[in-house]
């Protein structure tokens, strides 16, 4: 029996690494007779991994009748296809379902089962003769058992609709599960009214509060942050439902479970408890500058980042390739360079493995490199050949990223403040090309010397604590303006002591250099600022911004204004040594000058950073060698000085290969190197040091 498990941020079967680059490949849409060519195709792209859904609305052709052989229509051949995959020496992801949703009827679900919720008595009922049924055929096919199958995907992006269940739910004024979770989250209605400010006799009489209008409304906020916990209760329950049903059923690879990219409904750590990893599912759109899910770029950035603080394989479960009929009116044509931005700018976030979603093309689906007919559209299948070259060059999971960097990222932030799509530092670090990561407080997975507070103005009271601990340790944690004053119940608390500002300015004329010691950094024009009184206080100092001379104003004695308020000073925040670390607070909004120089303050390294607008870097390390990883979100092409800086970066005389043209070089470095990039692309190079 093979041993198949999680290591080194990949699947190993037996000790073999198998790295998580694949395609999907949907059997039941495709001629059987088209199948081998097709793999074929896959094979010749350099992959040895496919992915496919398995439709029960499809291979179910009579109630509780299931054909998985092609006796009743050749498509179903589920047998046939997964022993040519294993003739052909393809791993296989399988997915299963039930709900597969794929452009087909139902979401992938019979007639009978649809009108249900996924953790209704009647859906479950209706489902377990399929999971049993498909169980039974791909057990023997496991790599667990000399197979293929080397991961498990229940059901897919898990999402019970609640919107269109609300009176099951408990959201239109009768009891459902959203009083469970209410009593599993404070077991007496005394705590609950606590919680909220309100006077319910009995759990069963809350109501439900999805928004708050009023954000003056403390106890509101608080019912809106149980609705998301609800929902994230109710999805989490869900999957593991799902998941530990076809464990009991005999699977014993790895599952994992995939996810929308806005981690509103799913939070994204609460599944990482049910699942063995997790992947989350993107369609940027075209070159980011469409309708997509997500249409920046830095949301982008900010989401893969996240996946690996709570997943072991920081993994894209479906990565755009093509598009499903509908969103194609507003992705756009999806260009080849376009493929080229979204898969270096995923390497260099830090993921180490996706699946393109559709590899191969189907109904109700556009621009695929490979043609239901096993035939190739060259202008993509050749950019996507090369990517997975370059892919394999680098090896990912093998990697480590170089950052000393991270932002604090909480699920519930994310869901209700929408804090990785919209916050202004995390913005700052993007624009100033810094790479970093994300901490989630509870897994504390990655912790870098440099933190950044990126949320929501309320943090529960045992992160607060845990910043302070981060802090005491040596730690150098940075607010602009934005930090926690209250706890999850929206009750104040300032656990980390942060210092209200004595007055908030005008921005109005407001043109101030930020002095940290003898590093200055302009803000930005007419900001917000917060002053303070210099009282002299035991460990800290306090942070000088001084005016300068904007330009000037073609308004009678302006010019003389804005002269004579030259060179006033405003204290704007504070230097506090805590422990063996210290806090940095700028009552300033942050940008990249003043990020940057917070980082040459704090002595934390930025390892690559581009000095052209639009071009994102990133600096990886596997044992000796570097790979420094671009993107060019820019819409021309960009020639750009990259600045290495940190300990453990290229220096001297080394040989830099292209790896997307091939071109070697030797060349000297002295904290820095030149690169070209297309417009809208990406490229890595390989840095090996000349002995």
Same mark, same amino acid.
């Given at each position: 029996?093979?041993?198949?498990?999680?290591?080194?941020?990949?699947?190993?079967?037996?000790?073999?690494?198998?790295?998580?680059?694949?395609?999907?490949?949907?059997?039941?849409?495709?001629?059987?007779?088209?199948?081998?060519?097709?793999?074929?195709?896959?094979?010749?792209?350099?992959?040895?991994?496919?992915?496919?859904?398995?439709?029960?609305?499809?291979?179910?052709?009579?109630?509780?009748?299931?054909?998985?052989?092609?006796?009743?229509?050749?498509?179903?051949?589920?047998?046939?296809?997964?022993?040519?995959?294993?003739?052909?020496?393809?791993?296989?992801?399988?997915?299963?379902?039930?709900?597969?949703?794929?452009?087909?009827?139902?979401?992938?679900?019979?007639?009978?089962?649809?009108?249900?919720?996924?953790?209704?008595?009647?859906?479950?009922?209706?489902?377990?003769?399929?999971?049993?049924?498909?169980?039974?055929?791909?057990?023997?096919?496991?790599?667990?058992?000399?197979?293929?199958?080397?991961?498990?995907?229940?059901?897919?992006?898990?999402?019970?609709?609640?919107?269109?269940?609300?009176?099951?739910?408990?959201?239109?004024?009768?009891?459902?599960?959203?009083?469970?979770?209410?009593?599993?989250?404070?077991?007496?209605?005394?705590?609950?009214?606590?919680?909220?400010?309100?006077?319910?006799?009995?759990?069963?009489?809350?109501?439900?509060?999805?928004?708050?209008?009023?954000?003056?409304?403390?106890?509101?906020?608080?019912?809106?942050?149980?609705?998301?916990?609800?929902?994230?209760?109710?999805?989490?329950?869900?999957?593991?439902?799902?998941?530990?049903?076809?464990?009991?059923?005999?699977?014993?690879?790895?599952?994992?479970?995939?996810?929308?990219?806005?981690?509103?409904?799913?939070?994204?750590?609460?599944?990482?408890?049910?699942?063995?990893?997790?992947?989350?599912?993107?369609?940027?759109?075209?070159?980011?500058?469409?309708?997509?899910?997500?249409?920046?770029?830095?949301?982008?950035?900010?989401?893969?980042?996240?996946?690996?603080?709570?997943?072991?394989?920081?993994?894209?479960?479906?990565?755009?390739?093509?598009?499903?009929?509908?969103?194609?009116?507003?992705?756009?044509?999806?260009?080849?360079?376009?493929?080229?931005?979204?898969?270096?700018?995923?390497?260099?976030?830090?993921?180490?493995?996706?699946?393109?979603?559709?590899?191969?093309?189907?109904?109700?689906?556009?621009?695929?490199?490979?043609?239901?007919?096993?035939?190739?559209?060259?202008?993509?299948?050749?950019?996507?050949?090369?990517?997975?070259?370059?892919?394999?060059?680098?090896?990912?999971?093998?990697?480590?990223?170089?950052?000393?960097?991270?932002?604090?990222?909480?699920?519930?932030?994310?869901?209700?403040?929408?804090?990785?799509?919209?916050?202004?530092?995390?913005?700052?670090?993007?624009?100033?090309?810094?790479?970093?990561?994300?901490?989630?407080?509870?897994?504390?997975?990655?912790?870098?010397?440099?933190?950044?507070?990126?949320?929501?103005?309320?943090?529960?009271?045992?992160?607060?604590?845990?910043?302070?601990?981060?802090?005491?340790?040596?730690?150098?944690?940075?607010?602009?303006?934005?930090?926690?004053?209250?706890?999850?119940?929206?009750?104040?608390?300032?656990?980390?002591?942060?210092?209200?500002?004595?007055?908030?300015?005008?921005?109005?004329?407001?043109?101030?250099?930020?002095?940290?010691?003898?590093?200055?950094?302009?803000?930005?024009?007419?900001?917000?600022?917060?002053?303070?009184?210099?009282?002299?206080?035991?460990?800290?100092?306090?942070?000088?911004?001084?005016?300068?001379?904007?330009?000037?104003?073609?308004?009678?004695?302006?010019?003389?204004?804005?002269?004579?308020?030259?060179?006033?000073?405003?204290?704007?925040?504070?230097?506090?040594?805590?422990?063996?670390?210290?806090?940095?607070?700028?009552?300033?909004?942050?940008?990249?000058?003043?990020?940057?120089?917070?980082?040459?303050?704090? $002595?934390?390294?930025?390892?690559?950073?581009? +000095? #052209? %607008?639009?071009?994102?870097?990133?600096?990886? &390390?596997? /044992?000796?060698? =570097?790979?420094?990883?671009?993107?060019?979100?820019?819409?021309?092409?960009?020639?750009?000085?990259?600045?290495?800086?940190?300990?453990?970066?290229?220096?001297?005389?080394?040989?830099?290969?292209?790896?997307?043209? $091939?071109?070697?070089?030797?060349?000297?470095? +002295? #904290? %820095?190197?030149?690169?070209?990039?297309?417009? &809208?692309? /990406?490229?890595? =190079?390989?840095?090996?040091?000349?002995?």
């Amino acid at each position: 029996m093979a041993n198949v498990r999680i290591s080194g941020r990949q699947i190993e079967v037996d000790g073999k690494p198998i790295p998580l680059i694949s395609g999907e490949v949907h059997y039941w849409r495709l001629a059987p007779a088209r199948w081998r060519e097709i793999l074929n195709r896959v094979k010749e792209m350099g992959l040895s991994t496919i992915a496919t859904y398995v439709c029960w609305e499809y291979h179910e052709y009579e109630r509780g009748k299931f054909d998985f052989t092609g006796e009743t229509e050749p498509q179903r051949n589920l047998v046939g296809f997964l022993d040519l995959c294993e003739e052909m020496n393809l791993w296989v992801i399988i997915r299963p379902g039930p709900y597969i949703y794929s452009e087909w009827k139902n979401a992938g679900v019979p007639d009978y089962a649809a009108p249900y919720h996924r953790l209704s008595k009647e859906y479950q009922s209706a489902a377990l003769p399929w999971m049993k049924a498909v169980t039974e055929v791909l057990k023997p096919r496991l790599a667990t058992n000399g197979g293929r199958i080397i991961c498990f995907q229940p059901d897919n992006e898990m999402d019970l609709f609640t919107h269109w269940f609300e009176d099951e739910m408990g959201f239109r004024g009768r009891p459902g599960l959203f009083h469970e979770f209410l009593k599993e989250r404070y077991g007496s209605v005394d705590k609950l009214n606590e919680a909220w400010g309100t006077s319910y006799s009995s759990i069963e009489q809350a109501q439900v509060r999805a928004r708050e209008p009023f954000m003056l409304n403390p106890s509101g906020r608080s019912a809106m942050l149980d609705y998301w916990r609800f929902e994230h209760w109710l999805v989490a329950k869900c999957v593991k439902w799902h998941a530990d049903t076809y464990q009991q059923l005999g699977i014993d690879v790895p599952i994992y479970h995939n996810y929308y990219y806005g981690g509103d409904i799913q939070n994204h750590r609460e599944l990482s408890k049910v699942v063995d990893f997790l992947g989350i599912d993107v369609y940027p759109g075209n070159e980011f500058e469409n309708e997509g899910y997500p249409g920046r770029h830095n949301i982008f950035m900010n989401m893969l980042r996240y996946q690996r603080t709570v997943s072991p394989i920081p993994y894209i479960a479906e990565f755009e390739c093509g598009v499903w009929h509908g969103l194609h009116e507003v992705s756009g044509i999806i260009t080849p360079n376009s493929y080229r931005l979204m898969c270096f700018s995923a390497i260099a976030a830090g993921i180490t493995g996706w699946n393109w979603y559709m590899l191969v093309g189907r109904d109700n689906w556009y621009f695929c490199p490979i043609q239901e007919w096993g035939r190739i559209r060259p202008e993509l299948y050749d950019v996507m050949r090369r990517i997975v070259a370059a892919y394999y060059e680098i090896n990912p999971p093998a990697c480590e990223k170089l950052t000393d960097t991270a932002i604090v990222a909480d699920p519930l932030h994310i869901a209700a403040a929408k804090s990785l799509r919209s916050d202004p530092t995390a913005d700052a670090l993007y624009e100033a090309d810094i790479e970093f990561e994300t901490l989630d407080l509870e897994t504390e997975k990655i912790k870098k010397p440099l933190l950044f507070y990126v949320g929501d103005q309320w943090l529960s009271r045992e992160d607060q604590r845990k910043l302070a601990d981060y802090v005491e340790s040596g730690g150098t944690l940075v607010f602009f303006k934005n930090y926690p004053r209250f706890d999850e119940t929206q009750k104040p608390l300032n656990l980390l002591g942060i210092r209200e500002p004595d007055r908030v300015l005008t921005p109005l004329g407001k043109r101030l250099e930020l002095r940290l010691g003898s590093i200055s950094a302009e803000a930005v024009p007419e900001t917000v600022p917060f002053d303070y009184d210099p009282v002299e206080i035991s460990g800290i100092t306090w942070l000088t911004a001084v005016q300068t001379l904007g330009a000037m104003q073609a308004v009678e004695n302006s010019d003389v204004l804005a002269i004579n308020y030259q060179g006033r000073k405003f204290n704007v925040g504070y230097i506090e040594q805590r422990g063996k670390g210290k806090i940095i607070f700028i009552g300033l909004d942050p940008n990249p000058a003043l990020v940057a120089a917070v980082h040459k303050y704090a $002595g934390a390294s930025t390892y690559a950073r581009a +000095d #052209s %607008s639009g071009v994102h870097t990133s600096l990886l &390390k596997r /044992g000796s060698i =570097w790979f420094l990883i671009a993107a060019n979100n820019a819409a021309d092409e960009r020639r750009t000085i990259v600045a290495f800086d940190g300990k453990d970066v290229p220096s001297g005389e080394c040989k830099v290969t292209d790896l997307w043209t $091939g071109e070697e070089s030797r060349m000297t470095i +002295d #904290s %820095s190197m030149t690169i070209k990039l297309d417009r &809208k692309s /990406g490229n890595a =190079w390989k840095i090996e040091p000349c002995r």
